[in-house]
């Protein structure tokens, strides 16, 4: 009886991984992603914003306390926040590492298959029973 829990879960964690796998997405040429310049000209000591977002910073101490996720701008254009990650809860933090590692967040799915195929194999002894319900007597 367990041999046979363990091969349909086996079985379907097999099947959700095609699936997953048939989902990643393509490059694709039809699109024109190419933006328009906003300006040729450029003063000395511009930034652009994109060059600004992912840049580590540094406390006091020179230790890194995250990096530059977005930049908050009033209708002038004027920086007047700047939201820094600091990593995640638990996995969220562990998915940002091994996805720039690796490019994909294939080591991650594959890793929650096997905590589910795990977690079930642990819950796999628990027998549930009907519980006994009082019956209502008549007055």
Avoid: C, H
């Amino acid at each position: 009886m367990l041999a046979k829990y363990i091969t349909t879960g086996l079985v379907a964690s097999a099947l959700l991984a095609t699936v997953a796998s048939a989902q990643t997405p393509t490059a694709t040429t039809d699109r024109n992603n190419a933006a328009a310049p906003a300006s040729s000209v450029s003063s000395q000591g511009e930034w652009r914003a994109s060059k600004i977002v992912g840049l580590s910073v540094y406390n006091d101490n020179n230790e890194s306390i995250g990096s530059i996720n977005d930049l908050l701008t009033d209708k002038s254009g004027n920086i007047k926040a700047v939201v820094i990650g600091v990593g995640g809860f638990l996995g969220v933090l562990l998915g940002g590492v091994v996805f720039e590692k690796f490019g994909s967040y294939a080591p991650i799915w594959w890793l929650s298959v096997l905590f589910g195929v795990l977690s079930a194999l642990i819950n796999l002894p628990i027998v549930e029973k009907p519980v006994p319900r009082a019956v209502a007597q008549p007055a």
